[in-house]
């Protein structure tokens, strides 16, 4: 199941802990500094795309290391199977 992927880009400070951690999705503008999601699409104020799941977890690690916390991984998955665990039974 593809893993959709958001980023704020306006609000990104340029550190490039994204591009490092994760360079298959990830790379840093030469014009502005910022990092930019790779084969994405802008919609509204973020920029979106699907990943495969088998980099679920570099895309994790580049989302929890930002420090201005404006990557998002949405791992429907996860959130099915906590869900399911919250249930009474």
């Known amino acids: 199941m593809p893993i959709k992927v958001t980023h704020l880009r306006e609000k990104c400070i340029g550190c490039g802990s994204c591009a490092e951690t994760d360079p298959n999705h990830w790379t840093m503008s030469s014009k502005d500094g910022k990092a930019i999601l790779k084969k994405s699409q802008k919609k509204g ?21 930002c420090p201005v916390n404006i990557i998002e991984v949405h791992d429907h998955s996860v959130k099915k199977k906590a869900l399911c665990e919250q249930l009474p039974e």
């Open 45 to 65: 104020k973020y920029f979106i795309r699907k990943i495969d799941e088998i980099f679920l977890e570099d895309t994790k690690q580049a989302a929890e290391l």
